[in-house]
Structure formats: structure tokens, C-alpha cells
């Protein structure tokens, strides 16, 4: 095995690092940390308030035994989620319309944030199906992770030097990203179509990655989400690829307990987000 220096080595070789003497670079850092203990410990530990029926990272059906504070429509407030998202990603990308490096890629960083919370509020305002409430607590804290992480994400891939960029890695990473999008969507058009009109209840979803996994929908993400850190090339945008995964892994074991509790018939073989392996 490479000792860890060689490691260090090669990851700032391929990635830019933080400057860890800036306030703003230390603040984020230590976000992408604590929402990594939160989002892998939470419900191992029983945080209060943190955990999937807690509150704060509570939302769809997971947040039927949330009791306090005040509710939104679900559509409202799932849509609150990702919107602010995508007004951020916006007006960042107008702010450097004259100021980026030439051959940057900060400006396809941002319309990828765009591409990325604009079909998640599409999907929110015309594909998904809702019913009952969602906390506003969980709308506004998970609305500031996500603005944050898209913040973050744009600003840091404008730190970037030109001349450090694997010219493969921008084709690969828009692949990767563009697969992501296609098979999220695909999937939530499978969850929105699961049931004919008229149907009521939970049903065993079916088709695609759901014959092979309780949440394919979050395996696309994944995929995404790893096409920003392979365009951006910035070490952050890696840490945010980690803490989602950490967070949607949590989710989709949740989905298989829940699938396995409540859905007759359910497939005993199926893993919990990546096909074959967990």
C-alpha cells in the first residue's frame, strides 16, 4: 500500500485543496465534517432532532411521527428544498459572466447546480404526488444544507487553475453526470407511475434499478453528484460527493427496513442503493 504522504500527494495532484488559513475554507470544511458524523451517526446514536423521524433531516414518509412546530403543504415543502438552489446557482453564474478564467469551469459547475435543483423543483411541482404535511423545521435546515453545498460548490470550482485541469476528466465527469440526471428522473417517473389512477396505499416499486435496490433514485444521484467533483477537480466538491452518499446510503437503508415492514411481497434480495454489493 502508498504510504498516506504519497496519497496526499496524488489527491493534490488531481484536486485543488482548501486554504485552511481562510475563515470561509475552515467553516466549510467543518460543515462537510459535521454533517458527516450527523448524517452516518444519527440514528446509530439517537441524536435528538436528527434523526430520520427527528425533525431536521425528516421529510416524506419519514416525518409522519414528527409533532412539533409548524407543517407545509409536502409539495411546498419539498420545493422549498431545492429551489433556492437553483436562484443561487443563478445569480452566481450572471455575477461571472465577465470575470471567469477563460477555459474556467466554474460556469458549468453553476449550470450544472441549475440542471441538477431545476429538475428536482420541476419534479416537485409536476411529476411527484403528495399528500399530508412535511415540517417546516426539516424544509428550512435542509434547504440551508443544499444552498450551502451549492454556494461552495461553484465558489470553490472557480479557485481552480486552468492549467491543472485533466482534460479527460470534463467529458467523463459531464457523462457521469448526465447519467445521473437521466436515471433520477427515470426513477422518480417510475415511483410517480407505480400506482393507476384511482389506487391508494405503498406498493412494491418495479422496473429499472428497483428490481435490484430499495432507492435507485439516490444511486443516480450519487452519480451526479460524483460527475461535479470529477468536473469542478476541487477536494470539496469531493467532500460534498462523500457526505451525500453517507446521508443517501443512511436514507436508502431506511427505505429497505421500511419497504420490508410495510410492502408484502417484497423482494428479500434486494440491496439497499448499489446493485449486487449493499
Known sequence: THPPTHRANT??????MPDLSNPLDISI???VVAFLLIAGLANRVDLPFLTRGGGLLSYSKFAKDVTFGIFLPSRLGMLTLYFPSVMIAYVMLQGMQDEAPIGSRQPLVAQMMIAHFGKRSLECLLLHKYSGSMPLASSLFITSLYS?????????AGLVEVSSYVSWW?????A?????LAGNFYHHWLLATLRKPGEKGYKVPRGGGFEYVAAPHYFFELVGWLGVAVVSQHILCVGFFVAMATYLTDRAMAQSEWNNRKLDNYPKARKHIVPFVF
Open 11 to 16: 489527491m493534490k495532484l488531481f484536486f485543488a
Open 29 to 31: 470544511v467543518t460543515l
Open 148 to 156: 450551502t453545498e451549492t454556494f461552495a460548490a461553484v465558489h470553490y
Open 170 to 174: 470534463l467529458p467523463a465527469g459531464l
Open 176 to 180: 457521469l453526470f448526465g447519467v445521473g
